[in-house]
């Protein structure tokens, strides 16, 4: 039986290993590798698009931050699609000079359904052949002055679809809001940065991204209901051939939640709308990988499959072990270290990936990150313990019916507080 254990325990890291060891060389080149850098021959005309709930605090200030832009405010409209809005939304949005769509549908809910809403209201009011991309946003963003600059650079040099550098409003809030922040500088530098320099395709993480007309055109509006439809439309995009474009020089920035309810209630929802995208396209992403030997396939698969499920498997598996040998202890004794040991060693992995990825972030993107110097180094021991929290927020998510539900947003900052 301990045989039985030892082999378990170690086919399970090898799979592990063997499925993740590509993002070591990707953090190895994210290190050295540069940003290539772009050049634009012509300025295009694009939409912004916001799909906003209740969020009339914070949303002047992107607005009002889209209209600082270094590029001709001439080549740039605003739209913001109230969804399902019981405050003045829409009327702030209004006065702060976005046109504004208002939407009030209480069985079709999320950020999907809203986007495909306005969308084809634009192309019913005709607006829609007049851009040539559309920027879409979270209401909370805030956008760095050269922001639409530099994307444009990417997107005229042939790039369909293209996201951005995300940085954080609230970074030094507390230990939840710097988990999620170094989570997605972590993915900008260490993920999609390097994507781009292999010429391979990057992923959309929920706001702060670029899409050509002829992609909205071909999807008939915005089809992705899912509840990560970031997610959904990058393997989509990727299965269409689609190569998805980084610009490490277009910086974003957006709030984070600081409760942890709030912050389980999101995760819990990501999780279960990666469940749901890798149901229904893991099947075609796994053929695009072997038979059309496409690495950015396989990449999307990993993205989106259950990598905490192993860490959980392990736990588990030893866990139920370790109970037998308490049952059994004058049988078979020598169980309960040997499980004992695998499960602390799962976790003391885990922590210690964790941390190695949150350091390596943090030393890199230093001056990037908006905190004291003391919260900096205090929060890279938090953030492998945000992380293990996707352990039981992974196991709630295969069982619990989960809806789309907003997260309130509060953190009023100008971009002028991040220069």
């Known amino acids: 039986m301990l045989a039985v254990i030892r082999g378990v325990n170690l086919a399970l890291c090898i799979f592990f290993t063997v499925c993740y060891s590509y993002q070591i060389l990707y953090a190895i080149l994210g290190i050295f590798l540069q940003p290539k850098k772009y050049q634009a021959k012509k300025d295009h005309r694009f ?30 409209d605003i739209f913001v699609i109230a969804d399902n809005c019981t405050d003045d939304t829409a009327q702030v949005a209004r006065q702060s000079g976005a046109k504004v769509y208002e939407r009030f549908n209480r069985q079709l809910v999320g950020k999907g359904y809203a986007l495909d809403y ?21 209401a909370d963003n805030l956008l760095d002055e050269n922001y639409i600059r530099e994307m444009n650079k990417v997107f005229d040099n042939g790039y369909k679809v293209i ?12 230990w939840i809001s710097a988990g999620y922040s170094l989570w997605f500088l972590r993915e900008a530098k260490y993920l999609n940065h390097v994507r781009m320099r292999l010429h391979t395709s990057c992923a959309i993480s929920g706001t702060g991204f670029l899409v050509h007309r002829e992609i909205i055109e071909r999807n008939n509006g915005w ?23 980084y610009c490490a020089n277009a910086k974003l920035f957006d709030e984070q939640p600081i409760s942890f309810r709030q912050s389980w209630n999101q995760r819990l929802r990501w999780t279960k709308g990666n469940y749901q995208v890798f149901g229904r396209y893991g099947r075609k992403l796994a053929v695009g990988a072997l038979a059309k030997r496409s690495f950015s396939c396989y990449d999307m698969m990993m993205n989106v499959s259950p990598a905490m499920f192993v860490t959980f498997a392990s736990i588990l598996f030893n866990g139920i072990f370790c109970m037998v040998g308490i049952f059994n202890i004058n049988v078979t004794p020598q169980i309960i270290p040997a499980t004992l040991i695998s499960i602390l060693g799962s976790c003391l992995n885990l922590y210690l990936i964790a941390f190695l990825m949150g350091t390596l972030t943090t030393l890199t993107e230093w001056k990037e990150i908006h905190a004291h110097p003391i919260k900096k ?3 890279l021991f ?10 039981p927020i992974a196991v709630c998510a295969l069982f619990q019916k989960i809806t789309w539900k907003p997260i309130e947003h509060t953190v009023v900052k100008s971009i002028e507080d991040f220069q």
Do not use: W
């Not at 634009?122 to 946003?137: A, N, P, S, V």
């Not at 996201?163 to 507390?174: A, E, G, L, Q, V």
């Not at 990727?238 to 190569?243: D, Q, Y």
């Open 47 to 76: 939409a912004v698009v916001i799909p906003a709930r209740n969020e009339r605090s914070v949303i002047p200030a992107l607005i009002a931050s889209i209209k600082k832009q270094n590029y001709p405010q001439k080549l740039i």
């Open 377 to 379: 180094i205090l929060y």
């Open 163 to 174: 996201t951005s550098y995300r940085n954080s409003k609230n970074y030094d809030s507390n």
């Open 118 to 138: 306005l969308f084809h209201r634009m192309k019913d009011d005709g607006l829609c052949d007049q851009y040539e991309g559309f920027f879409i946003f979270d």
């Open 223 to 245: 089809k992705h209901y899912l509840l990560t439809e970031d997610i959904e439309f990058t393997v989509d995009s990727v299965l269409h051939g689609e190569k998805i474009g």
């Open 382 to 391: 938090t953030f492998p313990i945000f992380m293990m929290t996707y352990i």
